[in-house]
């Protein structure tokens, strides 16, 4: 697996954590779908301006570089949804085939994800600098850092503090 797949598989379990958590919490189960959403865009937004900062985007790559990470973006979440869906269909009663099958799946679901990093790797450094696209990959991995640090000290939720309470 490569460390840019595991950076979104991170962001996307600290982005919900993130949105279900409060909502969770201050609803008393896991509704708000409002919420959820205001949440996703704050963190989507936090995102931006560390990226953007971290990767010092001028005005005029910012305008280049946005929509093409935004489309790689998507493109990447859709591919971890499939993986997410395929993980979670193992079953008991699922024949050796048909584990099988879905192992087959997945590790081409895997393979379509780095593909995907290698193909937008190269749309990147049409855009921004060899090193600004290190920098992006290198800030994705601080941001998810970040957010799941602050996720995990939000006090009175599974996995708060750090155990030395």
Known sequence: MSVFSSVFRWLSL????????????????????GRR??????????????ITNRVSL????????????????????????????LRRDITEGMTDQQLRDNFT???NTRQQELNLEKEYFEKFQKVISLRQVAQLFQAERDFTKEVIKRVANVPGQVGAGNGND
């Open 14 to 33: 600290a982005a919900l954590l993130l949105t279900l958590v409060p909502a969770a919490q201050a609803q008393g189960g896991l509704g708000g779908g």
């Open 105 to 107: 799946q997945s590790f």
């Open 58 to 85: 001028t005005q005029d790559q910012a305008q280049k570089f946005w929509p093409l990470y935004n489309e790689f973006s998507a493109r990447r979440r859709e591919l971890n949804r499939s993986g997410r869906l």
């Open 37 to 50: 959403g205001q949440r996703l865009g704050q963190l989507e937004n936090a995102k931006i301006a560390f």
